[in-house]
């Protein structure tokens, strides 16, 4: 083949291609890969992001979805400026999961004034979908508010004083005042509490403070996580918990009742908004997620396979990646999922739909390995969540 | 120490530079100038931010001699203040840039006031450093309302330079940065080359001789140490402005050893060495992003194989190699 034609012929072979592949719809799944709550979130959410791709058929307006990863290491200038990096140079069309409450509030403010989507699941501090909402930000994990539902439980069968361990940083803060608000509504009342530095791994001297409160709950406002699973177990060794006392987080992974075992979780209550276990249509879920990656799917990672689901229906029916049209888009489809029932996407943000309380097993009712939770109700999505009326947010109106 | 005939072309031009020096620096503003066609805006800002931090470091480790280990503080307070009066003052951006570095003026003259009582091996002077710095970071983390704790302080706006030009665009932004980064390392060049600046090698290459010709060392060390700091602190406000986020990170003790692993790979006692030091530590972690922690390893590796093979650093061998001085 002599020269020319033959690169003509190549140019035309590449521009061809190039014709045939439209660009792709960019997911940016932002993750702590392994640091204290990548067990949780992690790679396991990348991998439910692109099951969900998968199960929409890798294709979305005619476009291939390409599900990308990056690791915010617990920093919030790396996160940061991993969002602004995907926004500028990859063109990502939607970040997705971004856990850690503060890293979550940096990459917020990104979005923000790029004008681009996240649905944030793993980050669970309110001020996403109230004081620092903004149009951009969609909010599918619990949230402090509907962490602090919790109390009410207790305090209904008599555990009705708290004394607070509390991370110091933004979801310690905001979980707090929830719950402090939460108690006060159900008649309980607060001891006192004491903040936590995050890299803390000594909690000795704390868990004595809060033993010597007196207080009949004491409550571990610790991010999830290995941290928290630490406080757990020193809370044990001091024996905190007896038949009138108490410890508790007012949020509980599955993942992490498997790491304490039943003997040192049972009774536990907690609200779930996922639960393998939950009903069949779960367990379908879980086994087929277990099947394809090897593990159970934990709660976040069912939110991020939720999240993706309901982005790319969103995209299908807006027919666009315009960030403003695919947004509203979304708050017209029905998203009903494995996750999500009787699901409503608010104008702040906030996605509401039915909550689970459960209670922990004993170790004579866990029948399988991961039988952990005994279903105890269904608390309502109006109920679960902060209704639009109290919203804090400027873009709702009163 | 430089040999004659190269301090002697070295007084020849306008900042004292060598021929050599001269072509580098051209390089340079070459590279600043067209860098941001070709490369990521945000990311070309970072690595500035961090080459004149490492450049500002390189003036004390690499001209006078003196290990600090706690050249985070500096940077790091530099970003809070600068961060917190843009945000809180709506100080226009180029006056939280001058706060940040007004901070670094003044901790570094308390900080080198008290490391430099202690005379004697370069071992003193970098634990009590150290210690302050280690002493600042747990004051930031405590202090919740200034800093944001381990939120970080964040919502940073970048501002409107001199109240008319918005430096939302990344590119108004970068020209700001560029400016300042040029400023800062066109004065470290004129330090080095000022009489005061050989006195400095003087100290660093023998100082009971410098002592017994006259020289007071601790007030040459002393201001030298002021310089670095405050350069280092308007890097770090820089950043904060650039990112719109001042966090725990930056007065962390890790970035004290991240400037120091800039600098050496760069190459220590070269003016161009810790800007290309800056680029290629700020260019692995950006571009290596999606191996996560593996970038400390690797981090490692490359720190180990430079100390290992080219002690000089890059640039430090180039000029060896080719004789230029760089």
């Known amino acids: ?91 990502v069309d939607v970040l997705l999961d971004i856990p850690n409450s503060d890293i979550a509030l940096a990459v917020d403010q990104v979005i923000a004034e790029k004008h681009r989507l996240a649905i944030f699941v793993g980050a669970v501090t309110d001020r996403i979908s109230e004081q620092d909402c903004n149009p951009y930000a969609m909010q599918w994990g619990l949230d402090t508010y509907a962490d602090s ?30 719950a402090r608000s939460a108690i006060a509504a159900a008649g309980g009342k607060v001891l006192g509490s004491v903040t936590i530095p995050l890299e803390t791994t000594d909690y000795s001297s704390f868990l004595v403070q809060a033993q010597a409160s007196g207080a009949k709950v004491v409550a571990l406002l610790i991010s999830g996580g290995s941290r928290l699973v630490t406080a757990f177990k020193q809370a044990r060794e001091f024996g905190l918990s007896d038949a009138s006392h108490k410890v508790t987080s007012l949020h509980i992974y599955t993942e992490d009742v498997h790491t304490l075992g039943l003997p040192a979780t ?51 029916k807006a027919g666009t990646t315009d960030a403003a049209k695919v947004r509203a888009a979304m708050a017209e489809i029905t998203i009903d999922d494995v996750y999500a029932q009787h699901a409503t996407l608010l104008a702040n943000g906030r996605l509401i739909h039915d909550l689970y309380l459960v209670q922990v097993k004993t170790p004579a009712e866990s029948k399988d390995p991961w039988d952990y939770f005994n279903l105890v109700a269904t608390i309502p999505a109006a109920e679960a969540f902060r209704p639009l009326s109290q919203s804090l947010c400027p873009l709702v109106k009163h | 120490m430089a040999s004659a005939r190269e301090e002697a072309a070295g007084h020849a031009g306008g900042l004292g530079l060598s021929r050599s020096e001269r072509v580098a620096l051209a390089g340079l503003a070459a590279l600043l100038v067209f860098g941001p066609f070709a490369i990521y805006p945000i990311f070309l800002m970072n690595a500035l931010c961090f080459a004149l931090f490492a450049a500002a470091y390189n003036l004390m480790i690499g001209y006078v001699g003196l290990m600090s280990f706690g050249h985070a503080a500096f940077f790091g307070m530099g970003s809070y203040v600068g961060g917190w009066t843009a945000r809180y003052w709506h100080l226009d951006p180029l006056l939280a840039i001058a706060m940040g570095g007004a901070t670094g003026l003044l901790m570094g003259t308390a900080f080198g006031w008290l490391a430099l009582r202690r005379q004697g091996q370069a071992i003193y002077f970098a634990t009590i450093t150290l210690a302050l710095a280690q002493m600042v970071y747990f004051v930031c983390v405590r202090a919740t309302g200034f800093t944001g704790g381990e939120d970080g302080l964040q919502q940073v706006p970048r501002g409107r330079l001199l109240g008319l030009l918005s430096l939302t665009s990344d590119r108004a932004m970068y020209v700001v940065v560029a400016a300042i980064f040029l400023a800062g390392f066109l004065a470290i060049v004129r330090v080095v080359h ?86 290629l530590v700020t260019a692995m972690e950006n571009y290596l992003a999606p191996l996560g922690n593996w970038v400390n390893v690797l981090q490692g590796i490359v720190f180990v194989a430079c100390v290992l093979t080219f002690r000089r650093g890059i640039v430090g061998v180039l000029g060896a190699r080719t004789g230029w001085r760089l």
């Open chain 1, 266 to 316: 049972q009774g536990l209550e907690a609200v779930v908004p996922f639960y393998w276990n939950r009903d069949a249509a779960s367990r379908a879920f879980s086994e087929r997620y277990k099947a394809r990656f090897g593990h159970l799917p934990s709660e976040l990672h069912a939110g991020v396979y939720s999240a993706t689901l309901a982005y790319l229906k969103g995209v299908e």
């Open chain 2, 194 to 279: 000022s009489p005061f600046g050989q006195v400095l090698v003087a100290i660093r290459e023998n100082e009971p001789r410098a002592v017994s010709l006259g020289y007071q060392t601790r007030h040459y060390k002393l201001i030298a140490t002021i310089i670095s700091c405050t350069l280092s602190g308007v890097a770090g406000a820089m950043q904060a402005i650039v990112f719109g986020i001042a966090s725990l990170e930056n007065v962390h003790f890790s970035m004290s050893g991240e400037v120091v692993l800039m600098t050496l790979t760069g190459g220590m006692g070269t003016l161009l060495g810790p800007v290309v030091g800056g680029f």
């Open chain 1, 1 to 91: 083949m002599r020269p020319i034609p033959a690169l003509i012929a190549l140019g035309c072979l590449l521009a061809g291609s190039a014709l045939a592949q439209p660009a792709p719809v960019k997911l940016g799944v932002l993750e702590d890969m392994a640091g204290p709550t990548s067990y949780l979130n992690g790679q396991g959410s990348v991998d439910a992001a692109q099951l969900a791709a998968d199960d929409f058929g890798g294709k979305v307006i005619g476009r291939p979805i390409v599900v990308m990863s990056a690791d915010h290491q617990q920093k919030p200038a790396v996160g940061a400026a991993i969002a602004r990096r995907w926004i500028d140079e990859q063109g």
């Open chain 1, 149 to 178: 539902q919790t109390v009410r439980p207790l305090i209904k069968s008599g555990f009705d004083s708290f004394f607070f361990l509390t991370s110091d940083y933004v979801f310690g803060h905001t979980l707090e005042d929830a």
